[in-house]
């Protein structure tokens, strides 16, 4: 019942199927080590050694699918929200050891393939590796915060919103990281309706110049092909 408790607890924040799994297993586990110990001291030591192993071999699978993210460092983050005013970004702050981030890579990577246009931009910054990029906007990469993984919309290089909402004592409110979530909060699909008036703006169009046309071989005609026949024929002649 105990273990129960923890694991709906826990599996609130939780984004994907593969998440909660995760989380049951794990304290699954924790569970098994508290009744080792109740059991027999050498079991308990011998199964928590088994389990210290495979956390230190066995790292989480990070996802390499398909997407539309522009990594940030600690130098290229303020030069890019500030180099087009008209751009919208939204900016993924992140951490790899974060278990939430690691869930949260999927979703995020299929929102920036259906809103990514040249108004609308997804982009990420490790704070983890980072830490003044962290201190800059405000974002806790401490093991304990409930800040990450955080969205942030930039409008004209400054901030207009963030989800988790950090209360006045720095406290992070619970928010639930779904795809359904982050459209809703954010907007997205005004903001990508919006941002198609900036590609029409942009006017990009292909000129013909640039493709030019594939002239088709022409056909040789009938006389030169008899003409060229007989050499062919003497040529196989002499060649036998």
Known sequence: MFLSAIVMMKNRRAITVEQHVGNIILFSKVANVILFFRLDIRMGLLYLTLCIVFLMTCKPPLYMGPEYIKYFSDKTIDDELDRDSRVTWIVEFFANWSPECQ???????DLSLKYNCAGLKFGKVDIGRYGEVSKRYKVSASPLSKQLPSLV??????????????????????WGFTEENIIREFNLNELYQKSKKFNKAK??????????????????????????????????????
């Open 153 to 174: 919309l930039f409008q004209g290089g400054k901030e207009v919103m963030r989800r988790p909402q950090v209360d006045k004592k720095g406290r992070a409110v619970s």
């Open 103 to 109: 869930s949260f890579a999927s979703v995020y990577a």
């Open 203 to 240: 006017g990009d169009k292909v000129t013909p110049s640039q493709f030019p046309p594939v002239l088709e071989e022409e056909e040789e005609e009938p006389e030169q092909q008899e003409a060229d026949s007989p050499g062919q024929e003497a040529e196989t002649k002499k060649d036998k």
